[in-house]
């Protein structure tokens, strides 16, 4: 590991990451005037504290939920300007509030404790604080307090009494305010600067850096059995794994999920419905459980990609995951069965030419439970042929999955007219997006830059080639005017237009473009050598340059 630097607020002093060995002989050998701050969080505890808490919120999957939407929301951007950043009260926000409307978890959590505690302490740190019984031990943390205490009731320390009383950690209410403050400054006020400056620290953290470079001797230590596990990560959640670990801080299911699949089936199937915005958000819902079973494939292409690839495309969030994953486990499949029962309901319902909700669900319901099984078996036979069909295209190299990806695509799009037809202006919009998805998906596949291929761009091309050449060869190419056709021209536009300005930038006649090299030529003077063979070097040039 390189070497780390702390802040500008002190004097530049390099901190070099040093073996554990190190910092198990500085707290042997500490003095009774050296105190031993040693830091809690996959240093004393070999876990973080804080998610081992919001870990043991009941029931799991609305605990999961509601921390999910938290981190979403992200509530404590409205805390004064000093208290926004994620880093300060993002932690100190999502304890205060599991424990206000999840009050039993701090029951669960001290009869957690002790197990907990028993198998993730950190045997050789607390071997070597055992061996120096007359040191000063200063626990010092910025997690939590009500969540510490617990844990050290168990430190297998002879002085574990006094420990938890040496405890330096955030309060519950002035959580933030304490996390603003950082460690350095709340170990400085508990124990002063001149016992601080005495002291042996060892952390594993380099946000600790100004406290290390206060202390007499600072161990950066990162222990090879600590691990970060996040607070739920073994619950399933619809479409976390797109979100968070495949495609992190890109949008995935607003920019993919939303405007880049469900809006374009929304225009091309739910416009010719009696009741558009029923159709609509029936396939709203049925989008997401397609994507429950679809991101199977997303875990599986991620393993598959580690195990065989020189150099896997995988995202940081990939490491603290893939410990987790379990592409046998049937919780995608219950989700996406139970998220499409009441979407198949929906969208019958939005069939009828009943114009009250109440009548078309009586409908549906007394005349059309034959119907609905039907919708059923065809969804869950769609979505077993949609998984077989990615454990494919993740089985092959390379060269075979440029030809197995416009399947998945064709699926994507033209699999929900399974359930309800389309138009030709409905097939001509998906047909669009389908191929664009494919073309950029082959030249990054064949070594080409696709970013210079604007795929947004393509589709409306496309798009428009197409309608205009069947309207035009039409006997009533007044049929091709129509709403739908007008939105989805519209919607095509909207996504391409910022590209398309960007694509317009980067166009130049080929004697002015920049990116040849070379100025451009100089019209022949009248000294010029004979016209004949300029010419003739003019016309090998030009033919070099159009090949």
Known sequence: MSSKFVTADYVAKPLVEEPPEKAVEAIQTAGMNNPIIVDFDETLFLRNSTEAYLDSVYPRTAGAFFLMGLKALKPWK??????????????????????????????????????????????PLVAALNANPNAQIVVATLGFDLILKPLLKHLPITLSASIENNVVACRFWQGAIDRAKGKCEMVTEALGAAAVAKAVAVTDAEHDAPLLAKVETPCLVVWPDAEYIPAMSDIYIPLFYSEKVKNPNKAHFLKHVLLGHWAFLAIALSTLSPHPVWNA?????????????????????????EKYEKKPILSKNYDVYKSRLNLNTPAPWYWATAIALPALL??????????????????????????????MAIWIGFLVAVRLTFWLYNQFNEEARIWIYPFLQVQKLFGFTLLLGTGSVGVMLLLSLCVSRWLHYAIYRCGGDRWRFPLNLSC????????????IS?????????????????????????????????????????????????????TAPPAESSFAKATVSAGRESA
């Open 78 to 123: 409205l805390l004064p300007a000093r208290l926004r950043d994620d880093k300060v009260s993002k932690y100190w926000f999502l304890v205060v509030a599991v424990t206000l409307l999840f009050p039993w978890t701090l029951l669960v959590w001290r009869s957690r404790a002790k197990s907990l505690a028993e198998k993730q302490w950190n045997q």
């Open 281 to 305: 958000t029936s396939l709203l819902m049925l989008v997401v459980s397609y994507w429950c079973v679809y991101e199977i494939g997303y875990q599986e292409n991620d393993l598959v990609g």
């Open 346 to 375: 929906l969208l019958e319902m939005s069939k009828l030419s009943s114009s009250s909700a109440q009548a078309a669900f009586a409908t549906v319901t007394q005349q059309g439970s034959q119907l609905l099984m039907l919708d």
């Open 460 to 471: 409306l091309l496309m798009f428009v080639m197409l309608l205009s050449s069947v309207a």
């Open 474 to 526: 039409s006997p009533t190419p007044e049929a091709f005017i129509s709403w739908q056709a007008a939105i989805a021209l519209g919607y095509c536009m909207l996504r391409a237009a910022k590209v398309s300005i960007e694509t317009i930038k980067r166009i130049a006649l080929v004697d002015q473009d920049p990116s040849n090299g070379q100025a451009p030529r100089q019209p022949a003077s009248i």
